[in-house]
């Protein structure tokens, strides 16, 4: 008789079931970590006493997982001390070299480890030219005459190029210190002495009188003509290679286990479907074709579901440079916002309330890889959109405009009704709690998932804005229903399918 | 209920056919459409493709399709390059505008979404009461009419204003030098600057004159009135101050003399302090007016004229001369009742026929009535049929020398027409101004493009002492011009009719006060200084013996205008092609109604095909010679015997799509009212779109509610209008204790509540189209609707029943008699109607929400039942467990589908969408949803100034339309509301509440004082 040695299906089974789980286990530990949380956990632990890439109690940190196997780096981070006792001597090693020895985190799980780590992998950003203005040395004066000329005269003056009034820079070398001095201070006064120049400027400036500034001292005035005999340092910038982004490549040691895990598990796989258990074969597929209904749900959920669309819009504006740098409020552009359901795409007009007078950007103004060259045509653009003559400072006549094509970045389905002034006045919600920080985009970008599962999660959290008199009488009796003190959106009705769907 | 009156919905369903009962237990009567998709079986069995080939063709395309959708389009928004200062995107705008097209005149509120307008609203504030009939809220869908002229025509060829100005305006000086006639040929326009302008175009072109035609003629009252006070215009009549209505032949509810009177019949027809108005009709076919009636007679047209001259004689005592008519029982009986209310009386006659109308006239005067007003005339049909006459009697002389037509298709509605054609040809110059082309445009040599009223500047005088003015609500669409301003062109006057029209306000109507409020309100009334006419005497004598001369026929002939299309202007327009006739209830045609008693002396019938459609027989009617041949035979009850009505405005083809291309045109027979008809049966069946069989209750009776003025004065509500009562416990208890369901919290915040009054609800479907318009609901066209797929959700049920019960038999002493016989076997012969209108009920406990598997239909806190399109699939369980049968399923995808060619199909006419209304698509349910758009919207503006919702400021889109007040729809929680005081009201019903649904729409019973 011949005697098999056979494993039972079950014992196979549990077997299976352990090295499968083995191997998700490590798989999730292998995952490359977060960087993003890496640095805000590396501030809060490390920054203390490390830098990234100075000495300075400790060693810098970056790239450390290459040096040093990430299972030690677990120990040392969680218990350097009973690490040093162990007897590892690496350890001992970096202990005799600092003398001091680091405090242990055993708070962080090795997840977190891993984070940090990746953020201390990734290269520090390159600081775009960074040191080349700084060498150039500014004259104070000249520095307090350009804040001073932007505070007073730049609503109507450029340094070159005529707005409202003429060009600046060189004035000083046109007319004489004293009449300068006079002009300035009351301009009407010395016209009306009968000063020839005086009365010239003003006729060649289509008969405005500018404002007086008597405000302005005698050493104003000298440190505003010093800026205007300067006029503004040109930093040369140099469009070095470094200044494109390249993608970094990332390295991360736990990239190699990644595929190492998926090797092994098709390893596993093929190896069962080739053994002559049918069993084996059995499990197999239906572990197959779990994974494939899984990853094809995931697919489909996310049908529609456009977080993160970034189109390239035809007129590189950034919301970064107007909402971010510049403080405009999101409502003085998005007007229709507090009356309508569309919060509105601005339209020329209230584009060129401001860009009438801002016909160039500032010279450092950089908006991706665009620099001031490149964004004054964007500008450009949009006078050609409305017909603006920005030389002499009216719009063309007979112009045929042209409209401008945004592309929607936020597209509800037709079926689903949103209103934003519901949100936004009744509600008093920050654009940004939706839109995330678009002032820090210069690209706007969809920051939230739009999905019914998020407009509801946050119905369920918001209270009612309790201020609206709409409410008094509703509030009352519903929290006594409800036996609370402050009803949500979906009590009062939010949670509604027809509230959005009609 | 109350009464043990059978209701019935048509003659089939009294006969107890067989057909009525399938269909009543049916719920959807036509078979699911495979074949549409599938093919013919033939097509399927032949086919090489066979089921394995199918399902991998199903797996590809899905794959593909599943494929396809991961890229998302990509989506542009363009901007306003300079916004417009009262325009937020987003948020409607309201203008006031009238409409004045010829025909229909009414104060208009206007929405204009982004420069749009989308949606026609009455202008409540407005001087005159003209309301918004089914014509007028449909309005707004003929601008957006895609078979519009574009430009103006110069011999079919396209040319520009300034060579067409050249051109008109060399002819006409060469005609005013040869010293012919330039005649303006137009419609009713009622527009003071309008007759300025004419009147200084006759300083320029002295041989210039004006004639006025009005499709269908209100002339001879015109003439009855001139003879009498010397100018030529319509009494104005109150109604509200009349206490008994006897109408000959009048449809004053529909279009008699321009119409709008339902406010002022509609306020006295609820029981006040145990008083309400009574209403007697005499008339031919079964009309709005009729069927609103409490007592109804029908009379041939030649006996109307006797009927009209014996109630003078009855009233006033004396003899005119007059011929005996079957109804002559009844007109004593009504004199008696006018000369009883004292002053509170009025008779009003649609004869045409001045002789007859100088009676009606004498009669208002004997009666010393209160409801006629002499002096504040109506100014909206001022033709004169004489003068039309002359003038193509002129034009085939060569005696005109140019023919300037305005509002007018005189070669479509003519009855002459052949030889107005015949005199055209013989005319030098011939302009007509039109917005699409027309049967007249073809006929002339320049064809002048003229603006929607919704492009257009205006003024209208509706009537004496009140104007309205008419403001352009979007850019002109096409290049077009109006009448006016080639008037001025003409005249070599460079003002632009805006200025020319403000100028001619400020200067004789406004007298000091503001153009701009003038605008804004849209209306402007000036008191009337005169306060009394002085009439000329009339010699009576002769008017009733030219009356008692008229011919009675064996087979008489009846002409009406229906709700829908009335004069046929607006026959391009789908909604109005679709809405169901009132009384017939059928759609996507006309037809000869014939009484049941002719059609079976003459073998025609009517009959209902298994799938619940309509069929009928055709026949050639011909009238003292001329013959239209093929027409519909419709079975009318209620139908004069001896006599056969057909409606104008059907048989249009020139402008039409040939969808709208529908029914027969009866023009030719306009002025052959009376004559005597022959009908020839011939080959074939017609297909009619009739919906009242279909969406039946599965027999529940108690449907609708009525009851007579003496039982709601004498006796207890529990005997008129009783609650339903069920046994629990062996005892008797209200719907309310034997409740199944868990009670709905309906008591906290808004709980709306609909309210409709069957008193006042005249059926005249204005919140049908309405509803269409706000709800952007789908056309079907006529195939569909024959298979029950009318998408309307909001439907008027019409109910026919029998007055003739034993008691009143007995109270009438024919108890035993022919007449008795007759009427109890015959009761469709003289039926009394009652509307109803159905939406969705909104039930408390709703059937459809239990049985949705998808929880698509869901229970809102306001009261509303919602309905998620995108989350329906389409089982349609809702519509089987629905009682109310007002679900509607979208068997197709009915926006930009050619199958379905109608305004949803092309992209001007998709201008008119709601754009806050999601447009359905194929395979999903939909239903009234109580405009909680507009409920949302309220809410939200109320939220935005920081205040609670003001007492009746929630309204929908029916409500909104109703001119009666019929309908009203508010918050049951704010006891200010009307709805809530309603509530309890003794004539307070609810739909089939012994279901135990609790509705949220409530019914006021109808109070007949008869």
Redesign the interface.
């Known amino acids: 008789m011949k005697i098999v040695n056979q494993h039972s299906p079950i014992q196979q089974l549990t077997k299976l079931t352990f090295v499968l789980l083995f191997i998700f286990s490590t798989s999730l530990f292998a995952q490359q970590g977060d960087a993003a949380n890496g640095k805000k956990l590396f501030k809060a632990n490390c920054a203390a006493c490390h830098k990234l890439d100075k000495k300075v109690l400790g060693p810098p940190l970056k790239g450390v997982s290459e040096k040093r196997d990430r299972k030690w780096l677990y120990s040392w981070i969680k218990n350097s001390a009973e690490f040093i006792k162990s007897g590892d001597a690496d350890a001992k090693a970096i202990f005799e070299e600092f003398k001091i020895p680091m405090t242990p985190f055993p708070q962080l799980s090795n997840k977190d480890i891993d984070d940090i780590l990746a953020y201390t992998d990734d290269k520090p950003a390159k600081k775009a030219a960074s040191g080349a203005g700084a060498s150039t040395k500014v004259d104070p004066k000249v520095k307090l005459g350009k804040k001073l000329f932007k505070a007073n005269c730049a609503a109507c003056h450029k340094m070159e190029g005529k707005l409202v009034g003429p060009g600046l820079k060189g004035v000083t070398e046109r007319r004489e210190k004293e009449w300068l001095h006079a002009w300035i201070k009351d301009n009407n006064a010395l016209r009306k002495s009968g000063d020839a120049i005086a009365k010239q400027v003003f006729e060649e400036n289509g008969k405005m009188p500018m404002t007086p500034f008597p405000q302005l001292s005698d050493d104003d005035i000298d440190a505003l003509l010093a800026y205007f005999k300067v006029g503004d340092v040109k930093k040369v910038v140099k469009n070095t290679a470094g200044v494109n982004t390249t993608k970094k490549e990332k390295k991360s040691s736990g990239a190699w286990m990644n595929w190492v895990v998926i090797l092994v598990i098709l390893g596993l796989l093929i190896w069962m479907f080739l053994s002559k258990v049918t069993f084996l074969k059995i499990i197999a597929t239906v572990f197959l074709l779990l994974v494939g209904a899984y990853f094809t749900f995931d697919w489909l959920m996310g049908i529609g579901v456009d977080q993160g669309y970034q189109p390239i819009q035809p007129i590189a504006f950034s919301h970064k440079i107007h909402a971010g740098d510049n403080k405009i409020d999101c409502q003085y552009c998005h007007s229709s916002a507090k009356h309508s359901k569309t919060s509105g795409v601005p339209t020329a007009n209230v584009c060129m309330n401001c860009h009438k007078s801002i016909s160039e950007v500032a010279d450092d103004t950089r908006v991706g890889a665009l620099g001031k060259e490149q964004l004054d045509k964007e500008i450009q653009k949009i006078y050609n959109a409305v017909g603006w003559d920005s030389d002499n400072m009216k719009y063309k006549e007979n112009y045929k405009p042209i409209p401008i094509k945004w592309i929607r970045v936020h597209n509800l389905p037709d079926f689903a009704y949103y209103n934003h002034s519901q949100h936004v006045t009744v509600a008093g919600i920050k654009c940004q709690k939706c839109h995330g920080p678009v002032e820090k985009m210069d690209e706007m970008k969809q920051h939230s998932p739009l999905t019914m599962r998020w407009c509801l999660d946050c119905h369920k959290a918001t209270d009612v804005n309790l201020d609206n008199k709409y409410y008094a009488k509703i509030h009352k009796q519903l929290s006594e229903k409800y036996g609370v003190e402050k009803v949500t959106i979906a009590q009062l009705g939010g949670k509604e399918c027809g509230k959005c769907h009609y | 209920m109350a009464s043990n009156k059978k209701y019935w919905t048509s003659a089939a369903e009294l006969k107890n056919s067989s057909i009525v009962e399938k269909l009543s237990k049916t719920e959807f009567v036509g078979e699911i459409p495979t074949d549409a998709f599938l093919g013919d079986k033939e097509t399927l069995e032949t086919s090489s493709t066979s089921r394995r080939d199918f399902l991998k063709y199903v797996g590809f395309t899905t794959a593909a399709a599943?494929l396809a959708?991961?890229e998302?389009p990509?989506?542009?928004?363009?901007?306003?390059?300079?916004?417009p200062n009262d325009i937020?995107?987003?948020?409607a705008d309201y203008y006031a505008t009238a409409m004045a097209d010829g025909y229909d005149f009414a104060n208009v509120l206007v929405k204009v979404r982004e420069g749009r307008p989308i949606k026609i609203n009455p202008n409540k504030e407005a001087t005159s009461d003209n309301g918004t009939s089914a014509r007028v809220q449909a309005s707004v869908l003929s601008l957006y009419d895609n078979n519009r002229l574009k430009s103006a025509l110069n011999n079919k060829k396209a040319i520009n204003y300034t060579d067409f100005d050249r051109e008109v305006i060399s002819k006409l000086d060469q005609v005013s030098a040869s010293e012919k006639k330039i005649v303006f040929l137009t419609g009713t326009m009622a527009s003071p600057s309008t007759d300025k302008l004419l009147a200084e175009f006759k300083v320029k072109y002295p041989t210039a004159e004006h004639v006025v035609y009005d499709a269908v003629s209100e002339s001879a009252a015109a003439d009855a009135y001139e003879a009498i006070y010397g100018t030529r215009a319509l009494p104005n009549y109150d109604f509200s101050k009349a206490d008994v209505i006897v109408s000959i032949g009048a449809d004053f509810l529909g279009d008699w003399q321009g119409g709008g009177y339902e406010k002022g019949y509609a306020a006295n027809r609820v029981p006040k302090h145990g008083k309400m108005s009574k209403h007697i009709q005499f008339e031919t076919n079964m009309s709005l007016t009729g069927a609103n009636a409490d007592q109804r007679f029908a009379l041939k047209p030649s006996e109307q004229k006797f009927a009209l001259v014996n109630l003078y004689n009855a009233i006033t005592g004396q003899g005119l001369a007059s011929k005996a008519t079957p109804q002559d029982a009844a007109i004593k009986k009504a004199a008696t009742q006018l000369k009883a209310a004292n002053g509170k009386a009025v008779v009003v006659t649609g004869i045409q026929d001045k002789s007859a109308q100088l009676i009606a006239m004498a009669i208002n005067d004997a009666l010393q009535s209160q409801a006629v007003d002499l002096v504040n005339t109506k100014n909206i049909r001022k033709g004169n049929d004489a003068k039309v006459a002359q003038l193509i009697t002129e034009m085939n002389a060569g005696n005109v020398g140019a023919v300037i037509i305005n509002q007018a298709n005189p070669v479509y509605t003519l009855a002459q027409s052949k030889e107005f054609v015949a005199g055209l040809k013989k005319v030098k110059l011939t302009v007509a101004f039109a917005m699409t082309p027309t049967e007249t445009t073809k006929e002339v040599q320049f064809v002048n493009a003229t603006p929607h009223y919704l492009e257009s500047w205006g003024d209208v005088s509706i009537t004496k002492g009140t104007y309205s003015l008419m403001q352009p609500t979007i850019n002109k669409l096409f290049d077009t011009r109006q009448f006016q301003e080639a008037l001025l062109a003409w005249t070599g006057n460079p003002t632009s009719y805006y200025n020319y029209l403000k100028n001619t306000w400020n200067t004789d109507i406004l007298k000091g006060q503001s153009w701009n409020t003038a605008l804004h309100n849209g209306t402007f009334k000036v008191a009337n200084e005169e306060t009394t006419v002085t009439p000329n005497t009339v010699d009576l004598n002769v008017a009733a013996s030219a009356l008692a001369k008229t011919k009675t026929n064996a087979l008489e002939l009846a002409i009406y205008t229906k709700v829908g299309l009335g004069d046929g202007q607006q026959a391009n327009n789908p909604w109005l092609q679709e809405l169901p006739d009132p009384i017939t209830r059928t759609s996507w045609d006309n037809y000869l109604l014939v009484s049941r008693a002719d059609a079976e002396a003459k073998g025609l019938k009517n009959w209902t095909v298994d799938n619940g459609a309509l069929n009928g027989d055709l026949v050639d009617v011909t009238v003292d010679g001329v013959t239209i041949k093929n027409v519909p035979v419709y079975i009318q009850p209620g139908q004069a015997k001896g006599t056969v009505a057909l409606a104008l405005g059907y048989g249009r083809t020139e402008g039409m799509q040939k969808e709208m291309q529908t029914g027969v045109n009866a023009y030719p027979l306009v002025n052959k009212v009376g004559g005597n008809v022959t009908i020839t049966k011939v080959a074939g069946e017609h297909q009619f779109a009739c919906v009242q069989l279909q969406h039946t209750m599965m027999g529940r009776d108690e449907i609708v509610n009525e009851t007579s003025l003496a039982d709601f004065i004498n006796k207890k509500k529990e005997e008129y209008n009783p609650s339903p009562k069920f046994s629990l416990d062996h005892k008797e208890v209200s719907v309310a204790e034997t409740d199944l369901w868990e009670k709905f919290?309906d008591?906290?915040?808004p709980h709306f509540n609909l309210s409709i009054d069957l008193a006042t609800c005249t059926g005249c479907a204005a919140c049908v189209v309405a509803c269409h318009a706000e709800n952007n609901v789908p056309v079907v066209g006529k195939k569909e609707i024959r298979v029950s797929r009318d998408m309307h959700w909001l439907r008027i049920d019409r109910y026919y029943t029998s007055e003739m019960t034993k008691e009143k038999g007995e109270e009438e002493g024919i108890v035993g008699s022919g007449k008795y016989f007759e009427a109890q076997t015959h009761p469709e012969d003289q039926p009394e109607v009652s509307f109803q209108p159905v939406m969705c009920q909104h039930c408390n406990h709703a059937p459809c929400e239990t049985v949705c598997p998808v929880a698509?239909t869901?229970h809102?806190?306001?009261g509303?039942n919602?309905?998620?399109?995108?989350?329906c699939v389409g089982t349609r369980y809702c519509a089987n467990n629905c009682p109310y049968r007002v679900r509607r399923f979208n068997w197709f995808q009915y926006a930009q589908n050619s199958e379905f060619n109608f305004n949803m199909n092309n992209d001007l006419g998709r201008m008119v969408l709601n754009p806050?209304?999601?447009?359905r698509s194929r395979g999903v349910m939909e239903k009234c949803?109580m405009c909680?758009?507009m409920t949302?919207a309220t809410?939200?503006k109320?939220?935005?100034e920081?205040?609670?919702?003001n007492v009746g400021e929630f309204e929908t889109a029916c409500t909104n339309a109703c001119s009666t007040g019929a309908m009203s729809f508010g918050d049951v929680n704010n006891e200010e509301e009307k709805v809530a005081k309603l509530q309890d009201d003794n004539r307070t019903f609810r739909l089939l509440e012994f279901v135990g649904t609790k509705p949220n729409v409530i019914y006021q019973l109808k109070v007949r004082n008869a």
């Open positions: 599943s959708a991961c998302g990509v989506i542009k928004t363009i901007p306003y390059l300079n916004k937020i995107p987003g948020v919290d008591t906290i915040g698509a869901s809102g806190r306001q509303q919602q309905m998620a399109y995108n989350r806050d209304v999601v447009v949803s909680i758009q949302q809410i939200l109320a939220k935005k920081n205040r609670p919702v």
